[in-house]
C-alpha cells in the first residue's frame, strides 16, 4: 500500500485537533515536537506498511527497555548520545572557540555525590585484584595555565567491566571519585586498570544489535566530567590503546584526542609514585578547559 493521502490528511486531523495538540495551554515547543515525532512514526508505518505485529513488537520492545532500565544504553548504542558531541564541536567551529578537550558521551553509567578528596584518592576498595592503575594529569585552560579547585569527577568498570551501584556486588562508590585540583592544576587516583563492557547479552539492546548485525562491545574506558567555576563544564572519556574495541566501540565514544596509552611500570622503575611500591600500570591524561 502507498502512503493514501487520505490516510494521511485523517493522520493530521488526529494528531493536531483529537490530540489536543492546537488547544490552549500545555508546552508549545512540547506540542511541536511531539508532533513531528508522531509524523515521522506515522511515516514510518506507511513506508514499511507495518503490520499489526510489528506495531505490538515495538510496543513490547519499549516496555522491555523500561524493566531493563536500559533505554540510556540503546541511546548511546544508536549513536544517538553521540550525535549531541557533533554538534558540541559544530557550535565550537561556528563560534571559533578556542579547542578545549574533546567532549564525548556520558554514557548510562554515572552516579552523582562520590565521595571528594583534595588531589588524590585511592578509588578501589582492594577486593578486586587487578592491576594497580595509576592515573594522573593537569586541568589547564586554553592558555596551558593550570585551573585551580576544578573538581574532576572520575567514574569506571571493574576486572569485569561492571560499574558499582548498578552492580550491587560492589561496595557504595567503588571506583566512582571526585578529586578537587590545587594551585598546580594536577589530580591522581590510584585505581585498577577497567575491563571494557559488554551490553547484558540477554537484554534488549543487544537484541536490538543483534538485528542490525553488530556487537555491543566498548573498549576499556574512564569516565570524566570536568568542571570548574567559569569555565563550561566538561563530559568525557578516554580510552585506552591497546584494546580491540578501541576503534570499534558499540557507542562510537572513542575520539581522536581521548585515546591514552596505559604505560607498565616494572621493578627497577617503581619508587616515584605516592602509595605505590608495586608494579603498576601508568596513565597520564590532561584536560583543556574552555572559559563560559
Ligand atoms: C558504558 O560503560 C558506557 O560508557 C556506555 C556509553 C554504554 C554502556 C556502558
Ligand atoms: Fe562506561
Redesign the pocket.
Given at each position: 500500500m502507498s502512503v493514501n493521502k487520505n490516510i494521511a490528511s485523517e493522520l493530521n486531523t488526529l494528531l493536531t485537533v483529537s490530540s489536543g495538540i492546537n488547544d490552549a495551554g500545555g508546552n508549545e515547543r512540547f506540542k511541536k515536537i511531539m508532533l513531528k515525532v508522531m509524523s515521522d512514526i506515522c511515516d514510518t508505518i506507511d513506508q514499511f506498511d507495518v503490520t499489526d505485529e510489528e506495531f505490538w513488537q515495538a510496543i513490547n520492545y519499549i516496555n522491555l527497555l523500561g524493566e531493563r532500565k536500559e533505554t540510556a544504553l540503546l541511546a548511546a548504542g544508536l549513536g544517538i548520545e553521540h550525535y549531541l558531541d557533533l554538534r558540541a564541536d559544530a557550535l565550537d567551529a561556528e563560534q571559533g572557540n578556542a579547542r578545549g578537550t574533546p567532549r564525548t558521551i556520558e554514557?548510562?553509567?554515572y552516579v552523582a555525590n562520590a565521595p571528594l578528596s583534595p588531589q588524590f584518592a585511592r578509588m578501589d576498595d582492594g577486593t578486586d585484584n587487578g592491576e594497580i592503575m595509576w592515573l594522573h594529569g593537569q586541568v589547564t585552560d586554553t592558555d596551558g595555565n593550570p585551573v585551580a579547585n576544578a573538581i574532576v569527577d572520575v567514574?569506571?568498570?571493574n576486572t569485569l567491566g561492571n560499574?558499582s551501584f548498578f552492580d550491587q556486588s560492589q561496595s557504595e562508590y567503588n571506583l566512582r571519585r571526585r578529586i578537587q585540583t590545587g594551585a598546580d592544576g594536577r589530580y591522581a587516583v590510584r585505581s585498577i586498570v577497567?575491563s571494557g563492557?559488554g551490553c547484558p547479552p540477554d537484554g534488549p539492546t543487544q537484541a536490538l544489535l543483534n538485528q542490525l548485525g553488530r556487537h555491543g562491545n566498548?573498549p576499556a574506558?574512564?569516565?570524566f566530567f570536568v568542571s570548574a567555576p567559569g569555565y563550561k563544564h566538561l563530559t568525557t572519556?578516554i580510552n585506552l590503546s591497546g584494546d580491540k574495541y578501541l576503534w570499534d566501540d558499540f557507542?562510537f565514544?572513542t575520539r581522536d584526542g581521548l585515546v591514552a596509552d596505559p604505560v607498565k611500570i616494572t621493578d627497577g622503575q617503581i619508587a616515584s609514585q605516592r602509595d605505590i611500591n608495586q608494579p603498576h600500570t601508568e596513565v597520564n591524561f590532561n584536560f583543556t578547559l574552555c572559559q563560559a
Open positions: 554514557g548510562p553509567l567514574w569506571h568498570a560499574y577497567p563492557y566498548r574506558h574512564i569516565h572519556q557507542a565514544a
